[in-house]
């Protein structure tokens, strides 16, 4: 008699992203028992570690894009889309982090440009592959990543209210000419 399957490629996600958000590594054993289930049934859907690593990743980035889409939908503002960026980071750390390791430059090249750039050019009504979008793309990223990077490891000591420095500075970017209208190369 056959059992039916108890687990599936999306419950691992979500046990893995629960034990990643809760000890802040990722273990396939406590996945597992996240799941109910023992660790080899984990293997019939991800053959290693590494490998649900990757997709974790993969799909972080999905949730991040769907976040800054559904806030461009909201308000088709660069402070809308910062202000999303801002709480996906305030609200999954960990995941955040994993996104930004070392070894995940494939996947994250590949997740920016399809789930995250987009809402950014839509917004600033400029197609992802024109040539003057590459640096408007990055100092806004830079500024964005930066920021919440800094906020996420305690190291704006002087105080203040972080929400308006965030906002200040987007606004200030949103106005720059450069940013409006980028320079076609």
């Known amino acids: 008699m056959a059992h039916p399957k108890r ?3 999306e419950l691992i996600l979500g046990a893995a992203r629960a ?4 000890d802040g590594a990722l273990n396939l054993r406590e996945v597992a028992d996240r799941l109910h289930v023992r660790t080899p049934s984990l293997y019939e ?3 290693s570690l590494d490998a649900l690593r990757e997709e974790l990743v993969r799909a972080g980035f999905i949730m991040l894009g769907e976040e800054l889409r559904a806030a461009a939908k909201r308000e088709r503002s660069l402070l809308f889309i910062g202000r999303a960026y801002r709480m ?10 994993l996104m930004r390791e070392p070894g995940t ?13 987009q809402p950014i050019a839509d917004i600033l009504n400029i197609r992802v592959d024109d040539p003057g979008f590459l640096p408007v793309s990055r100092i806004l990223w830079s500024f964005v990543h930066g920021f919440v990077t800094l906020e996420q490891a305690g190291q704006f000591f002087a105080g203040g ?20 209208k980028p320079p076609r190369s």
């Open 7 to 9: 687990i599936s490629p």
């Open 19 to 22: 034990c990643l958000e809760r």
């Open 45 to 47: 859907y991800f053959p």
């Open 88 to 97: 996906f980071v305030k609200h999954h750390p960990r995941l955040y982090h």
């Open 105 to 117: 430059g494939r996947i994250r090249g590949h997740a920016i440009g399809q789930f995250v750039i």
């Open 161 to 180: 209210d972080l929400d308006r420095t965030f906002e200040t500075g987007i606004r200030a970017l949103a106005a720059s000419r450069e940013i409006r």
